[in-house]
């Protein structure tokens, strides 16, 4: 079966659900999804790495995201790409940033976890679910205060209300895998 297909099949057993849902955005929905029992399984992960890591920015010296959704996300890139990419072109490797929700209480009070690439290296943005881009652009916002560049945003799925809009305005290209739609019967 195709990658992508089985991905989805699995997004659809495993973290799909039709109801009456209140989402962080503080909004209600009739579609919840969350990837996390797809991307925290060992085949889901290294499906939706494989797909992601070909979306990548090809100058990207980094992927990273906002921690939690996109801890194992940004950590199976940068796996997949150290994998695929190591006697060929070690070039396209990318290491993994996490960006905290709040900055480190003690030490350096860093927002920003994991091998730091220098200032002005491109930073690709993983996401798992997106749906009006808040969480995104906050980690676009933090990484380009460190001084990085920040032009694309990939999610697992785009619910379709409004992120990519809201990134538009910021100029944010957002990539997905999947959109809500491809969930259910339209």
Do not use: Q
Not at 55 to 69: C, I
Not at 70 to 85: I, Q, R, T
Not at 144 to 156: C, H, K, P, S
């Amino acid at each position: 079966m195709d990658c992508r297909l089985e991905l989805l099949e699995m997004l659809k057993e495993r973290s799909y659900r039709k109801g009456e849902f209140k989402l962080s955005s503080g909004e209600t929905s009739d579609h919840y999804i969350n990837c996390k029992p797809v991307i925290l399984n060992a085949k889901g992960l290294r499906m939706v790495s494989e797909l992601m890591m070909v979306e990548v920015d090809n100058d990207a010296k980094a992927v990273a995201g906002l921690t939690l959704g996109a801890d194992p996300l940004v950590s199976g890139v940068a796996m997949h790409s150290y994998n695929f990419w190591n006697n060929n072109r070690p070039e396209y490797i990318v290491n993994a940033l996490i960006i905290r929700k709040e900055p480190k209480g003690h030490g350096t009070g860093a927002w920003i976890e994991g091998p730091l690439p220098p200032e002005g290296s491109k930073v690709t943005v993983l996401e798992d679910v997106v749906t009006t881009g808040g969480s995104s652009l906050k980690a676009v916002e933090k990484l380009r205060e460190a001084g990085y560049v920040v032009t694309t945003v990939l999610a697992v799925v785009d619910r379709l209300e409004g992120g990519r809009e809201a990134m538009e305005k910021s100029g944010i290209n957002l990539k997905s895998i999947f959109t809500l739609d491809e969930f259910y019967e339209v």
